[in-house]
């Protein structure tokens, strides 16, 4: 008794020191809860002579609430609470509190090792506490920073009858609690188990996903007397009181703590008490060992009082250390990339890499992933190549070839060497403490190497992106790679990893997937993923074929690398949800939905003034997406409404969205005016234009008539197809002569099609080209695009080089794109100026195209009028060995509007095939008002146009148009100026 006494009266001077040097109690305050200190102590040792003399003074003390700030810890708003608890044979646990609600209660806490049982017979040796505040900025130099609070409470505990002792290291944020153990020493530490645990309240509701090392689960549903024996991954996502409060239970800096440990999974009990107790991974295979001091990995759980809250966490990350101070982040560059692995399922062949490097390029996104069955020679010719567009090269590796230091100096310094920009390092499919310690070795020497980093078949991230801010993603997550293997995701799954997997890190789910037969979700659901889901290193999975002429590409060229706030708006897990997110005064906002519902979106999130709202949203049909814009305010709400398995898309900004055509005159192959002759059939693919297909038996043909040319001459034919196997082909042009063309796999099993340059002879005015099946096994035909080409006449002089492409035909005023086909080998590339007959300029850059010296190409945009032009290109010592051919094709058709103010106005616009085309209306207007749009008689939604005085402003919508011509009539308010319409491809 008279040791529990002294016991008291230290522990009654390290707390009241402790809380004078907290500033939100008052010293008046501190003598307060000393006096009730005092008193305890009094009292207990009046009563030495009851069982109650054996509890300790932290227990004795929590029972009065002018003591429990003694026991417990809370978080800088006061509303998280972490609270310490002990029973007589020295067994500690804690609960978690929010405000007044106890989201986990009695959760045991210790730490068993070869030498000591930290779990029981522990009594307090002290404590101490400090404030923790810091700026963090997320992505490197990438994205704004932010401040983060929190306080911490260490906790000394001594083991009874020995000199050994554990720190319990404890600390709140406004949004959960984590704590973890250290042991001080210089020697062998084996570490047998933690005992650590997470009870839950009696009335949980769970979601959680059985084990896997690869964490490629589903999360199911499940209360708290549902959880039995088994392994559970974490995250895993509680809510308690009807939903009113709710918790994810994760761990953090887990390979950051020196790879000692392993990642932990969570195993549930037979005996039904609704505790989640810490466990070892099976494939851990044993005991932990350390040399020198240990220290676990941060235990944590996020806490809130609505689903929000977790969403929005960043207590993960911050529980992590920053980089080392003073290392040079610049040069670390989230991105968004191409990835032709999931749609195409063909050899990594350099042909198709720069194929997507090209689009890359064209939206505006920062690399290619070029995955498994690439070769040295091939990727040391893309990457100039992709360079010169300023695309950089990720490649793939199986983690098996970097599981040594020894391997990593050898091989990364060689790929740095080459130009390569990252590696998707993959296979580790295992959590135990070898492999953490890989992690940490293949992060640091890809830091000190200038590789950023994917990991995949991995564990889940737990925050060591802070500490090496070059880990730009991981997988661990049942992403689309899935549908690959057959089995495709609902929209159930989509609605749950907000809450779940992605709150705790990056998350490559690699989104936006058309080209799925088994139509699982709407488009406009899959566009909402590349807002819902963070990734800064976000692969778009489709094949660049599908994107091109979707509509929803205009989104997603927008779609930033790296975001700088995110706004929960709504949303349950498993049914909907609803994200905002800010990159600069930009806002997008992604929802999906696995029922048919309206999504509420107040747009209170919004700055001052006035934003354009384009939004992309469910059609008629699960592939057909409607786009609208309109002008909002803070004060508005947004009420728009989803299909079932449904989403929607917006875009909002006081700058309204960039729309940029692609090039080329598409030819539909189930358009009318294309001629089927023999055995030929229509069917759904949803991955092609039209979302249609034409399929042909031995004999049967496709033949494209009415393909205009406004002049003889070479032209290029872009010819769209789609099959799972090798495949051939009958080529003929205009009747003539039949040639075999030989086509590659465009994918396997699904709706992906695949691309084929060719190149042909057409006359003016009208042409046919015709596709003839040779056997059973022939492609399905898409589609065809067609643009001219030029070779150009060349004249040489000792200074320079100038090729000259004399009347070039546009067919339209407006923008175009400019191809020019090349080849220069060689390690230096090659510079031209464009030259225009109207004055204009552009500089082509064009990249050296490697040892393979394949034909490469470069696009530059020019705004053209109608009619002949004419294009030098002029160059000096490094012109190109060769200009192949140049090739140009609209990208947008404007149409001036008469200005007499007569309503309606009407135009007749042609279209070569049943298309979505997106509409931009300017216009001018003193006040506010209202515009109206007819095509082919059938009448769009008002158009709500804001006032702009004597300024221009635009609008922007979807419209559907038929083969051949189309009648469009537009009315107006009074007092509104409409000034021009364009069309853009």
């Known amino acids: 008794m008279l040791a529990l006494f002294y016991g008291l009266i230290a522990l009654l001077s390290a707390v009241t020191t402790a809380f004078e040097e907290q500033s939100a109690l008052s010293a008046q305050s501190a003598r307060f809860i000393a006096q009730s200190i005092q008193s305890t102590v009094q009292s207990t040792a009046q009563s030495a002579h009851t069982a109650q003399s054996t509890q300790s003074a932290l227990s004795a003390l929590s029972t009065q609430s002018t003591q429990s700030a003694q026991s417990e810890l809370r978080s800088p708003d006061g509303k998280v609470v972490f609270r310490l608890n002990d029973r007589p044979d020295g067994k500690w646990s804690y609960d978690v509190y929010y405000g007044n609600v106890r989201v986990l209660t009695n959760s045991p806490l210790g730490l068993v090792t070869e030498a000591v049982d930290f779990s029981a017979g522990l009594k307090l040796a002290g404590e101490s506490r400090r404030r923790i505040q810091e700026t963090q900025r997320p992505a490197g130099v990438q994205a704004e920073p932010y401040s983060v609070k929190a306080n911490e409470w260490t906790v000394e505990f001594a083991k009874d009858k020995s000199q050994s002792q554990m720190q319990l290291q404890i600390r709140a944020y406004d949004d959960g609690i984590a704590f973890r153990y250290a042991l001080s020493g210089t020697g062998r530490q084996v570490v047998l188990r933690e005992t650590s645990g997470f009870r839950l309240p009696q009335d949980a509701i769970g979601w959680l996903a059985d084990y896997v090392p690869h964490y490629e689960a589903v999360y199911e549903p499940i209360t708290a007397q549902e959880i039995k024996k088994g392994s559970y991954m974490m995250p895993a996502l509680f809510s308690t009181e009807d939903n009113r409060f709710w918790a994810l239970v994760t761990e953090a800096g887990v390979f950051n703590s020196g790879g000692a440990f392993p990642a932990s999974q969570l195993v549930g009990s037979e005996r039904q008490d609704s505790l989640l107790e810490l466990a070892f991974p099976a494939e851990q295979k044993g005991r932990a060992v350390v040399s020198g001091p240990l220290q676990t990995p941060w235990r944590t759980v996020i806490v809130g009082d609505n689903p929000g809250a977790i969403v929005e966490s960043r207590l993960v990350y911050s529980l992590n250390s920053p980089p080392e101070s003073g290392k040079d982040l610049s040069w670390i560059k989230p991105g968004r990339a191409v990835w032709s692995y999931w749609s195409e399922d063909v050899d990594e062949k350099i042909e198709d890499q720069m194929r997507y490097v090209d689009f890359a390029s064209r939206m505006g996104w920062e690399y290619v992933t070029v995955d498994s069955n690439w ?197 349950y897990p498993g049914e909907y949800v609803t994200l905002a997110r800010r990159k600069g005064e930009t806002w997008f906002v992604g929802s999906v939905s696995t029922e048919a519902r309206e999504a509420n979106i107040p747009l209170s999130f919004l700055g001052p003034g006035r934003y354009t709202a384009t939004i992309f949203q469910d059609g008629a049909e699960d592939w057909k997406i409607d786009v609208r814009s309109r002008t909002v305010t803070r004060e508005d709400t947004l009420r728009i409404p989803l299909r079932e398995n449904g989403g929607l898309a917006i875009h909002l900004s006081q700058t309204p969205l960039e729309l940029v055509g692609e090039e080329g005159e598409a030819y539909e192959a189930e358009s009318s005016s294309s001629v089927k002759l023999g055995k030929v059939t229509e069917a759904v693919c949803t991955g092609c234009s039209g979302y249609r297909k034409v399929e042909a038996a031995a004999g049967g043909s496709v033949r494209f008539t009415q393909i205009f040319a406004p002049a003889k001459g070479m032209h290029r034919v872009d010819f769209h197809y789609v099959s799972d196997r090798p495949s051939r082909l009958g080529v003929r042009v205009n009747q003539g002569a039949t040639q075999t063309l030989e086509l590659p796999p465009s994918g396997i099993g699904l709706d992906k099609p695949g691309l084929r340059e060719l190149f042909f002879e057409l006359n003016q005015s009208s042409n046919s ?56 080998p060689g390690a230096v590339g090659g510079k031209l100026r464009a030259s225009w007959e109207n004055g204009s300029e552009s500089e082509i850059l064009l990249p050296a195209t490697g040892p393979l010296e394949p034909v490469a190409r470069s696009v530059f945009s020019v705004e053209m009028t109608k009619g002949f032009h004419r294009l030098e290109l002029i160059g000096g010592e490094n012109f190109p060995a060769s200009i192949e051919r140049i090739v140009w094709a609209p990208t947008s058709v404007r149409y001036e509007l008469p200005s007499d103010g007569k309503m309606p106005l009407e135009l007749n616009v042609s279209s070569t095939a049943s298309t979505v085309r997106m509409l931009r209306l300017v216009y001018r207007s003193a006040g506010d008002v209202t515009a109206s749009l007819s095509v082919n008689g059938t009448i769009a939604d008002p158009i709500r146009l804001p006032a702009t005085a004597s300024k221009t402003a635009e609008t922007i919508r979807s419209v559907e148009l038929a083969e051949g011509m189309n009648r469009f009539r537009l009315f107006a308010d009074a007092g509104m100026e409409l000034l021009r319409m364009e069309l853009v491809q």
């Open 375 to 571: 070769n040295r020679q091939e990727i040391q010719a893309l990457i100039p190549y992709a360079a010169g567009k300023n695309v950089g090269v990720i490649i793939w590796v199986h983690s098996k070839d970097l599981d040594t230091q020894d391997k990593l100096n050898r091989l990364l310094p060689e790929w740095k060497s080459w130009g390569v920009a990252g590696l998707k390092v993959d296979f580790f499919e295992n959590d135990n403490a070898e492999t953490m310690k890989s992690y940490e070795r293949i992060a640091r020497t890809a830091f000190e190497q200038g590789l950023v980093l994917d990991f995949h078949g991995s564990t889940k991230p737990a925050g060591e992106n802070r500490t090496w801010p070059n880990i730009l993603t991981m997988e661990a997550v049942r992403g689309t790679e899935w549908q690959i293997e057959g089995k495709p995701l609902v929209a159930a799954h989509e609605a749950t990893v907000p809450f779940t997997r992605n709150v705790v890190g990056p998350m490559d789910y690699t989104p936006v997937t058309l080209s799925q037969a088994e139509g699982m979700t709407t488009f406009a659901n899959q566009l909402a993923l590349s807002v819902l889901y963070e990734s800064q290193l976000q692969h778009f999975a489709d094949n660049v074929n599908v994107y091109a002429h979707w509509i929803g590409r205009h989104f997603l060229r927008a779609v930033p690398e790296v975001w700088d706030e995110l706004k929960f708006v709504e949303g």
């Open 769 to 824: 080209i015709e596709f003839i099946a040779l056997d059973d096994t022939a492609p399905a035909v898409d589609r065809i695009q067609v643009s001219p080409s030029r070779t150009g006449v060349e004249k040489k002089t000792p200074e320079e080089t100038k090729r000259t492409f004399d009347r070039m035909w546009f067919e339209h005023d407006g923008t175009y794109a400019v191809t020019v086909y090349y080849k220069n």
